[in-house]
């Protein structure tokens, strides 16, 4: 059974950077795509980024385009979210996802039948 568990959430500035990392155990992962979401209070889970782990093709959702980087370490199975120039509108919830196959561009959560539990980012003004 696949386990996500993310990590790397906190508090931090406006301008600031935050890394999250996902550890995924329970199999290999080269036929599935990963992906995170966020979902602030009053609102619907959102895709942020996703990556194909066996091709390592990438996919953003334009309001994240340019600040923030989605990548896999094989050795470690780990995914993780390199969050630059964080703006306060990237206050949510995010969360680590994962399903089989490809999936070429952003994606619903629909799309996505493994979770983790999530991990809290608040950027302050």
């Known amino acids: 059974q696949v386990q996500l568990v993310e990590s790397g959430g906190g508090l931090v500035q406006a301008g600031g950077s935050l890394r999250l990392s996902c550890a995924v155990s329970?199999?290999?992962?080269?036929?599935?795509?990963m992906a995170w979401f966020c979902q602030a209070p009053g609102k619907e889970r959102e895709f942020v980024a996703a990556i194909n782990w066996g091709r390592g093709r990438t996919y953003y959702a334009d309001s994240v385009k340019g600040r923030f980087t989605i990548s896999r370490d094989n050795a470690k199975n780990t995914v993780y979210l390199q969050m630059n120039s964080l703006k306060p509108e990237d206050t949510a919830v995010y969360y680590c996802a994962a399903t089989f196959g490809f999936i070429a561009g952003p994606a619903g959560p629909s799309q996505f039948d493994t979770w983790g539990q999530g991990t809290q980012v608040t950027v302050s003004s």
């Open positions: 329970g199999r290999t992962f080269s036929s599935y795509t």
